[in-house]
């Protein structure tokens, strides 16, 4: 099924065949790199942000290829995971600015249909969550609690 949305095709950047590690990102021990992580995600980075982070500063393309495990068992690990998945918590935050959008502009039509698309966007990726055990079984959206959930 289509998902509704303004995406044509599916161009994307694609990782590199070999599974190594570059030259200059293998001077960088394991230990060394989830120590990094851990720094960042006490600063209040989110998973994505310290992808970008490293890749950035310090030259790593990916932290897989290093450590073994992605960004997010690494903090799993450590049990400095957020509690809300970073692509969910995105979507609540837009819903809620969304909302507050849809307050000052009633007659905003497009805005509260696209609204209608995000929330439902919302309740199947919850559903997944709830399903896959990364959020406890009786959580739920509603609008009325969800700027909570981001502030």
């Given at each position: ?34 120590d ?12 994505s942000?310290?992808g970008?982070?490293?890749r950035?500063s310090?030259?790593?393309?990916q ?11 690494i ?42 698309l ?5 309740h ?5 969550y ?13 609008s ?8």
């Amino acid at each position: 099924l289509r998902r509704p949305s303004c995406g044509k095709g599916m161009a994307d950047s694609s990782l590199p065949y070999k599974r190594s590690p570059a030259a200059w990102a293998a001077k960088h021990s394991s230990k060394e790199v989830i120590d990094q992580i851990a720094r960042y995600a006490k600063k209040g980075l989110t998973p994505s942000q310290i992808g970008v982070q490293l890749r950035d500063s310090a030259g790593i393309a990916q932290v897989k290829n290093i450590t073994g495990r992605k960004i997010l068992r690494i903090l799993k690990h450590a049990g400095l995971a957020p509690e809300t998945p970073e692509d969910l918590y995105h979507m609540i935050k837009k819903a809620v600015q969304m909302r507050k959008h849809m307050e000052k502009n009633r007659k905003d039509k497009d805005q509260k249909f696209r609204l209608i698309l995000i929330e439902s966007r919302i309740h199947r990726l919850a559903r997944y969550y709830r399903r896959t055990r990364m959020l406890p079984p009786n959580w739920k959206y509603d609008s009325s609690t969800a700027s909570a959930l981001v502030a």
